[in-house]
């Protein structure tokens, strides 16, 4: 029996150095866009480089308890894969999703305990190295199955939804999710691990790469599903009269950006005195959700349009609307010159800045 350097070791130890650039790159990019769902990227990452890392020194030392950290690390790579596929397209995590990877973790950790679930035995070409088997063999399997058809699901609905200036990097997080999720399944299931030691892991690398790399650099991604914001409107709340418009959608332009001013002033004004239960904080419709934020000190309602609400764009749209307040507190007067509001632009995308654009 072989202890030390083998194909499958070396192949293994260079697939979990290829993980660690997406680790770098999930923090770099937390840090730059402080967006939640780079956190759980970037956890997926982690536990996917102590996986392959550890299944590589199982291999040097052909080590049991070395190679039961590698099986226990499925657990953790399991939950942050549910709760990125659940942040990227929804407001809450699913608790079915939850309910499964918790079962599979259970039975995963149950059945690490059996001694009959690791074998040391050989490669066709002779090397020494240490096998699952028994219970823990298809529980693993169902493991990686699960996370990796979440990851495929979500990430090719992303890529469908996508607009054209966010499609490369979509495609690309599609296909890294396709190779780690499938290719190196079916690598292992036709025994082409057993031709060439290791590229199964090598395979699961360059996948795990490929999408951490792809949807760190365009964040944006992550938005893409939860809701679709349409525009922005900034309206006199005395008046009625449109103060500033920005629309994130070619096709969403605005009609009659008087009438719109003058309808959401009604509705604000009537709802306010024939019930008298406070300003109107949302209006839902078929197709579109109208959250509003109205100012107690300044006569203006900020309204924004998208096809869902949620706690990101409430939050988001009360950051705009307060620093508007500072910035542009001093030009609304009696009289409204829209011309000293044209560089709200610059605040709309710094306040929305994780919102797609569509042609």
Same mark, same amino acid.
């Given at each position: 029996?072989?202890?030390?350097?083998?194909?499958?070791?070396?192949?293994?130890?260079?697939?979990?150095?290829?993980?660690?650039?997406?680790?770098?790159?999930?923090?770099?990019?937390?840090?730059?866009y402080k967006?939640?769902p780079?956190?759980?990227?970037?956890?997926?990452?982690?536990?996917?480089? *102590? !996986? %392959? $890392?550890? &299944?590589?020194?199982?291999d040097?030392?052909l =080590? +049991?308890?070395? *190679? !039961? %950290? $590698?099986? &226990?690390?499925?657990?953790?790579?399991?939950? =942050? +894969?549910?709760? *990125?596929?659940?942040?990227?397209?929804?407001?809450?995590?699913?608790?079915?999703?939850?309910m499964?990877i918790s079962?599979?973790?259970?039975?995963?950790?149950?059945?690490?305990l059996?001694?009959?679930?690791f074998?040391?035995?050989?490669?066709?070409?002779?090397?020494?190295?240490?096998?699952?088997?028994?219970?823990?063999?298809?529980?693993?399997?169902?493991?990686?199955?699960?996370?990796?058809?979440?990851?495929?699901?979500?990430?090719?609905?992303i890529?469908?939804?996508?607009?054209k200036?966010?499609?490369?990097?979509?495609?690309m997080?599609?296909?890294?999710?396709?190779?780690f999720?499938?290719?190196?399944?079916?690598a292992?299931?036709?025994?082409?691990h057993l031709?060439?030691?290791?590229?199964?892991?090598?395979l699961?690398?360059?996948?795990?790469?490929?999408?951490?790399?792809?949807?760190?650099?365009?964040?944006?991604?992550?938005?893409?599903?939860?809701?679709k914001?349409?525009?922005?409107?900034?309206?006199?709340?005395?008046?009625?009269?449109?103060?500033?418009?920005?629309t994130?959608?070619?096709?969403?332009?605005?009609?009659d950006?008087?009438?719109?001013?003058?309808?959401?002033?009604?509705?604000?004004?009537?709802?306010?005195e024939?019930?008298?239960?406070?300003?109107?904080?949302?209006?839902?419709?078929?197709?579109?959700?109208?959250?509003?934020?109205?100012?107690?000190?300044?006569?203006?309602?900020?309204?924004?349009?998208?096809?869902?609400?949620s706690?990101?764009?409430?939050?988001?749209?009360?950051?705009?609307?307060?620093?508007?307040?500072?910035?542009?507190s001093?030009?609304?007067?009696?009289?409204?010159?829209?011309?000293?509001?044209?560089?709200?632009?610059?605040?709309?995308?710094?306040?929305?800045?994780?919102?797609?654009e569509?042609?």
């Amino acid at each position: 029996m072989f202890v030390g350097w083998k194909m499958h070791t070396i192949i293994t130890f260079i697939a979990s150095g290829l993980v660690i650039p997406g680790i770098i790159f999930a923090i770099y990019f937390y840090f730059k866009y402080k967006y939640r769902p780079i956190i759980f990227l970037g956890l997926s990452c982690f536990f996917s480089f *102590l !996986m %392959i $890392f550890s &299944y590589a020194f199982a291999d040097f030392f052909l =080590s +049991v308890p070395i *190679l !039961m %950290i $590698f099986c &226990y690390s499925y657990v953790p790579m399991g939950f =942050s +894969v549910v709760l *990125l596929v659940d942040i990227i397209s929804r407001e809450s995590f699913d608790p079915i999703k939850i309910m499964v990877i918790s079962l599979l973790s259970g039975a995963l950790m149950i059945a690490c305990l059996d001694p009959n679930s690791f074998a040391v035995d050989t490669y066709p070409n002779g090397e020494w190295t240490i096998f699952f088997s028994g219970k823990l063999l298809p529980i693993l399997a169902v493991h990686e199955l699960v996370m990796g058809s979440l990851m495929i699901y979500y990430f090719a609905k992303i890529h469908i939804n996508a607009p054209k200036k966010l499609q490369f990097n979509s495609f690309m997080c599609l296909v890294g999710t396709i190779i780690f999720g499938v290719v190196t399944t079916v690598a292992v299931i036709l025994g082409l691990h057993l031709a060439v030691p290791g590229i199964h892991m090598a395979l699961f690398g360059v996948g795990i790469l490929i999408t951490a790399i792809s949807f760190a650099k365009q964040p944006k991604l992550a938005y893409i599903l939860p809701f679709k914001v349409l525009r922005l409107a900034i309206i006199e709340s005395v008046g009625g009269i449109p103060i500033y418009s920005y629309t994130w959608s070619e096709k969403e332009e605005m009609s009659d950006a008087s009438l719109f001013s003058g309808m959401m002033h009604a509705i604000n004004q009537f709802v306010q005195e024939s019930l008298g239960k406070g300003i109107v904080s949302e209006i839902h419709l078929e197709e579109a959700i109208l959250i509003l934020r109205k100012s107690e000190k300044h006569p203006i309602i900020c309204v924004l349009v998208a096809n869902k609400s949620s706690k990101t764009l409430r939050d988001a749209l009360n950051s705009f609307t307060e620093r508007f307040l500072k910035d542009y507190s001093q030009f609304l007067t009696e009289t409204i010159d829209e011309e000293k509001f044209k560089t709200t632009s610059n605040l709309v995308l710094d306040c929305f800045p994780f919102v797609p654009e569509y042609d």
